[in-house]
């Protein structure tokens, strides 16, 4: 069996219509008036082929095929909302691919032995509230009521209210928390957001983990002074510490750490920031991630050395702080040997790859077995009007879930799989 790809894109060039920022990206923030147009066309996508829908009370969107089997779903999906000025493939790429994959079945009438469950996550994005996967965190358990009256956005308006007033039954947070006996499996097909499928000239990846992260602050105070009448010698300068500091993390990063892991300094604040002044604080943010959590306490250890010795070095005050962590996730061996399978009995041209970002699919790990696809993103570019993926690997990828669900959930090949 195979996706329909032209039907997929017609989804594609509807969906991308609904934004806030035309001819600059995909602007549709969930519970914007962009993300209602987008949940009406979706929705009515699901009654055409009488899927049993329920919006919980984020606004996650679970859309059941297969109601009458009293089994556990195999749910695929991913979410619907974007940045600002993002781009058309991040989330929507695997929401469309279920939805064609349940048309395919349904059209092929194809005996199924579990439920397939289309989920589209809400908020994945932070865009709103600067937290990343609210809908799945909320679906999971992980953030109740609580969370969602505490977390708010930049006018102070908490989400909470945000979502009662896009008319969602937010009450019910606590009730709508997904049980594990629900579900037997759950895969996300989604872009890369990477490079490395196009180097490796590869049309999909099998993600076989999702790297954890740690993110530091680093808090450099000196003594802010002229720049043409302070002697070098007499000098506490955070500025210099901080560049010694981040070129040595660049260093160990990419020399003495695991292959796998990655060091980001993207932020910096200086003050008072002025061209003729030796600055008198200096913060900088450290982001470190790796699928092996020895990677990043690598990187933490190293910093924190470094940190002690520049500071005594150049007599500066220094402050570590442990400001975010999430832990790297080992997705299921049964779930990416499916899918590996599956990939080499068609031919597809694949790699084993790990994810450096978060998804949602992390997420549901505690619940249940869960794998992830990945199709290229051209260049690696996302977040970005530029963000591109390729028609032919958007069916490749399709393809392959929609061979993976056959082998997980066809009748005909029913293999008795135990949940988990
Ligand atoms: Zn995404």
């Given at each position: 069996?195979?996706?329909?790809?032209?039907?997929?894109?017609?989804?594609?060039?509807?969906?991308v219509?609904?934004?806030?920022?035309?001819?600059?990206?995909?602007?549709?923030?969930?519970?914007?008036?962009?993300?209602?147009?987008?949940?009406?066309?979706?929705?009515?996508?699901?009654?055409?082929?009488?899927?049993?829908?329920?919006?919980?009370?984020?606004?996650n969107?679970?859309a059941?095929?297969?109601?009458?089997?009293?089994?556990?779903?195999?749910?695929i999906g991913?979410?619907?909302?974007?940045?600002?000025?993002?781009?058309?493939?991040?989330?929507?790429?695997?929401?469309?691919?279920?939805?064609?994959?349940?048309?395919?079945?349904?059209?092929?009438?194809?005996?199924?032995?579990?439920?397939?469950?289309?989920?589209?996550?809400?908020?994945?994005?932070?865009?709103?509230f600067g937290?990343?996967?609210?809908?799945?965190?909320?679906l999971?358990?992980?953030?109740?009521?609580?969370?969602?009256?505490?977390?708010?956005?930049g006018?102070?308006?908490?989400?909470?209210d945000i979502?009662?007033?896009?008319?969602?039954?937010v009450?019910?947070?606590?009730?709508?928390?997904?049980?594990?006996?629900?579900?037997?499996?759950?895969?996300?097909?989604h872009?890369?957001?990477?490079?490395?499928?196009?180097?490796?000239?590869?049309?999909?990846?099998?993600?076989?983990?999702?790297?954890?992260?740690?993110?530091?602050?680093?808090?450099?105070?000196?003594?802010?002074?002229?720049?043409?009448?302070?002697?070098?010698?007499?000098?506490?300068?955070?500025?210099?510490?901080?560049?010694?500091?981040i070129?040595?993390?660049?260093?160990?990063?990419?020399?003495?750490?695991?292959?796998?892991?990655?060091?980001?300094?993207?932020?910096?604040?200086?003050?008072?920031?002025?061209?003729?002044?030796i600055?008198?604080?200096?913060?900088?943010?450290?982001?470190?991630?790796?699928?092996d959590?020895?990677?990043?306490?690598?990187?933490?250890?190293?910093?924190?050395?470094?940190?002690?010795?520049?500071?005594?070095?150049d007599?500066?005050?220094?402050?570590?702080?442990?400001?975010g962590?999430?832990?790297?996730?080992?997705?299921?061996?049964?779930?990416?040997?499916a899918?590996?399978?599956?990939?080499?009995?068609?031919?597809?041209?694949?790699?084993?790859?790990?994810?450096?970002?978060?998804?949602?699919?992390?997420?549901?790990?505690?619940l249940?077995?869960?794998?992830?696809?990945?199709?290229p993103?051209?260049?690696?570019?996302?977040?970005?009007?530029?963000?591109?993926t390729?028609?032919?690997?958007?069916?490749?990828?399709?393809?392959?879930?929609?061979?993976?669900?056959?082998?997980l959930?066809?009748?005909?090949?029913?293999?008795?799989?135990?949940?988990?």
């Amino acid at each position: 069996m195979n996706i329909n790809l032209k039907r997929m894109l017609n989804d594609f060039s509807t969906i991308v219509s609904f934004t806030r920022t035309p001819n600059n990206g995909c602007t549709r923030f969930s519970y914007s008036y962009e993300d209602r147009q987008t949940r009406e066309y979706l929705i009515s996508q699901m009654k055409d082929l009488d899927l049993s829908i329920k919006v919980d009370a984020v606004g996650n969107i679970r859309a059941k095929y297969g109601m009458e089997i009293k089994k556990t779903s195999i749910m695929i999906g991913s979410h619907i909302d974007t940045v600002e000025n993002g781009g058309k493939y991040d989330g929507l790429s695997g929401v469309l691919v279920a939805l064609e994959i349940i048309r395919v079945l349904k059209e092929e009438q194809v005996a199924i032995s579990h439920p397939i469950e289309l989920i589209i996550f809400a908020e994945e994005e932070g865009s709103n509230f600067g937290v990343t996967m609210l809908g799945s965190k909320v679906l999971t358990g992980k953030y109740g009521t609580a969370d969602l009256k505490r977390i708010k956005n930049g006018e102070g308006v908490s989400a909470y209210d945000i979502a009662k007033s896009f008319g969602l039954s937010v009450d019910h947070v606590e009730k709508d928390v997904l049980e594990n006996e629900e579900v037997d499996a759950m895969i996300e097909l989604h872009i890369e957001q990477g490079a490395v499928l196009e180097t490796q000239n590869k049309s999909v990846g099998i993600v076989q983990a999702i790297a954890g992260m740690k993110t530091f602050k680093i808090n450099l105070e000196g003594d802010s002074n002229h720049a043409g009448t302070t002697p070098m010698d007499l000098r506490q300068d955070p500025m210099a510490g901080a560049a010694t500091i981040i070129s040595h993390i660049r260093q160990v990063a990419k020399t003495q750490a695991l292959p796998t892991t990655v060091a980001t300094v993207g932020k910096i604040i200086c003050q008072p920031n002025m061209p003729n002044v030796i600055p008198q604080r200096v913060e900088f943010f450290v982001d470190v991630r790796d699928v092996d959590s020895e990677g990043i306490d690598l990187i933490a250890n190293a910093l924190t050395e470094k940190v002690n010795a520049v500071t005594t070095e150049d007599n500066l005050q220094g402050k570590i702080e442990l400001i975010g962590e999430s832990n790297p996730v080992k997705l299921s061996s049964r779930i990416t040997h499916a899918i590996e399978e599956t990939a080499s009995e068609y031919g597809y041209n694949y790699m084993r790859m790990n994810s450096g970002a978060v998804h949602d699919a992390a997420m549901m790990t505690d619940l249940t077995d869960v794998g992830m696809i990945f199709i290229p993103s051209m260049e690696g570019k996302s977040h970005s009007p530029d963000e591109y993926t390729r028609q032919e690997d958007i069916k490749s990828g399709g393809d392959l879930l929609l061979q993976v669900i056959e082998k997980l959930a066809v009748k005909t090949k029913e293999t008795n799989q135990t949940s988990r």
